[in-house]
Each structure stands twice: as C-alpha cells, then as structure tokens.
C-alpha cells in the first residue's frame, strides 16, 4: 500500500538482528512525483494551458523573420534539398513555401502542415510532466529531433504521392500522415514519462 505523502519513513529498528546507529536507523523512500503533485488532472490542465500559450505565441509570430526562418530555411530547404539527393531526377524547386517540380507536382505546405505543432505539443507535455531539469532536457532534445525527422519525412512522403499516385491523396494527406507522426511522438513521451517517473524513486539513508 503505497503512503500518501511524498515521503514514507520505514524504520529499521523492529528488525530482528539489525542494530544500526541513529544517523542508520532510518530509510527514505522518495516517491515518483508524478503520483504525489495532483495526478492526471493536473498534468492535463497544465499541459493544455502550456500548449494553448505556446501555439498563441507561434501564431503571433507569423510572417516574421522567426517564423519564416522556423518554417523556411530549418524545414522546408532541407527538405527539397533532401528530396533531391535521394532521387535526382525530381528536380524539386521551392518557390515561396511550395515544392515544385518540372514533371507537374506542386505540394504548397500551407499554415499547420510544417509540422511546428508537434514541437509545441512536445514542449508542453514535457514541461507539465514532473521532472528534474536534466530529464527535461533530455526529452526535450531527443523529442525535437525526432519530431523534426518526422516533419521532414511527412513533407517528403506527399511530395512523392502527390507526384507518383495523386489518387492517394486525399486519404493519405487527411488522415494516415498527419496522425501518424502524433501517434509516434505520443509514445515517445510516454516511453519517457515512464522511465522518468521510475527514475525519481531512490532510497535515502540518514
């Protein structure tokens, strides 16, 4: 049964053979602060403010040189770059913020499609859940690559249906690719969450 304060006291003195001195007389447990700081409400009402400040203040930002140097130069040039070392002949241009190609193909990545929103919902899950400094960090910096890998491959992916089976569009475009890259950052953070949760239990004597 696990104690409601974010510390139990376990005495060692009513075990038989055990005969320590006072300042090893007693055992801290340090509970998982994710059990003892409000629970799963908590962590969604501040996660839901977070998120709600951080896509208003991104909102704010656009068409300033910030954003455009966000969207532009950190996702969109890489990934026509990217698109053309992998298959040359593409030939893909960006003109403004749409990939263009000579065979015909126009992908124009319009507001919500650069794949900013992840890196938002990342930042405020990671910063609602209790943790150290240390392990925010870390999700923090192995949460953005992955969530800027996912941005680029998703923009390359439509490029290639749009150009090799328009057909596809629609269902892959409205549905199967913007969730997935949410499906896979979700359990990213709980794979973290768990591990960080697990990590703030430690055995202190004194």
């Known amino acids: 049964m696990v104690p409601s304060q974010s510390e139990a006291r376990i005495a060692c003195d009513d075990i038989p053979g055990i005969h320590r001195s006072r300042s090893e007389r007693d055992v801290t447990v340090r509970l998982p602060r994710a059990e003892t700081s409000g629970g799963p409400l908590r962590f969604g009402l501040i996660f839901l403010t977070l998120f709600a400040l951080l896509i208003g203040g991104f909102e704010a930002l656009r068409g300033t040189a910030f954003e455009r140097?966000?969207?532009?130069?950190?996702?969109?040039?890489?990934?026509?770059?990217?698109?053309?070392t992998v298959t040359p002949n593409e030939h893909v241009v960006l003109v403004g913020r749409t990939l263009t190609s000579p065979q015909g193909a126009s992908l124009r990545v319009t507001r919500g499609c650069e794949g900013v929103e992840m890196f938002l919902l990342l930042i405020a899950a990671i910063l609602a859940f209790p943790a150290s400094l240390k392990r925010r960090l870390q999700g923090l910096l192995w949460g953005s690559l992955l969530a800027y890998v996912l941005s680029i491959?998703?923009?390359?992916?439509?490029?290639?249906?749009?150009?090799?089976?328009?057909?596809?569009?629609?269902?892959?475009?409205?549905?199967?690719?913007?969730?997935g890259p949410v499906v896979l950052m979700a359990l990213f953070f709980l794979r973290?969450?768990?591990?960080?949760?697990?990590?703030?239990?430690?055995?202190?004597?004194g």
């Open 69 to 84: 140097f966000l969207v532009e130069t950190l996702i969109l040039e890489p990934t026509t770059a990217l698109i053309n």
């Open 153 to 179: 491959t998703r923009l390359m992916l439509l490029h290639y249906i749009l150009r090799y089976s328009p057909t596809l569009w629609e269902a892959l475009h409205g549905l199967i690719l913007p969730l």
């Open 192 to 205: 973290w969450s768990a591990s960080t949760a697990g990590g703030t239990v430690s055995d202190h004597v």
